[in-house]
């Protein structure tokens, strides 16, 4: 299989450069004539074949292109509460690969994390390396908001939008019967306040609970995602 690399535009002569090109060069050791796929998150596949291997820059000339067969039908937002350690990159590792979108993490009242630059630098390099690993054609931009109401905000326009809180006493709407984009909201590790839970549903969210149990912060987000892929038709 062809070794795929994330370039910003595809040209019939395109240069691979910064953090991909070291990949190419000094982990995966391509040289003139390999065979690789570039990607631009249009949702097209081109490929290539390298020409020349520079100190700085790998170039390479596209051959063909085709639409991408891994992408979601359906476009899915993930908004998830900032977590601890290293819990923040597993979800949005694991979101990526269960085709979402985009993904939003957030502060809100219980969140004792933090965000910083280089974190979201971090979190953006992780979903681009998941992307490559399951295929995808694009990488889901991920975004940090201040508090829970920017955040909900940056949901408005999608037909679906789904409060995922352990105060809900039953979910308002059947994940069985959803059609159409879908923005789903998981908290951190302390959860959501009663206030909190209360903006949502005045935002116009569906509270929806997620079982008797308890799921810690990171299983929640990956669990819900996957129920809403499947109840999508996104594991057809």
Known sequence: MARRFFVEQVGPETVLRGDEFSHAVNVLRLREGDEIVLLDGSGREFDAVVRAV???????????SRPSDKECRTRVRLMLGALKGDKTEFAVQKATELG??????????YCAA????NKLSRLQKVAREAAKQCLRASVPQVE???????????CNGYENRLFACELARGSDVDLRTLRGPCALVVGSEGGFSE???????????????????????ETAAVAFTAAVMFCLGEWE
Do not use: P, W
């Open 100 to 109: 979402v979108a985009e993904i939003g993490v957030f502060s809100s009242r």
């Open 54 to 64: 520079g100190r700085r820059e790998l170039v390479c000339g596209v051959t063909g």
């Open 144 to 154: 940090y908001f201040h508090d829970l109401s920017s955040a909900l905000s940056s």
């Open 114 to 117: 933090y965000m910083n630059e």
């Open 195 to 217: 206030e909190e839970f209360a903006q949502a549903k005045a935002a116009g969210f569906a509270g929806i609970t997620l079982g008797r149990r308890i799921l810690r912060a």
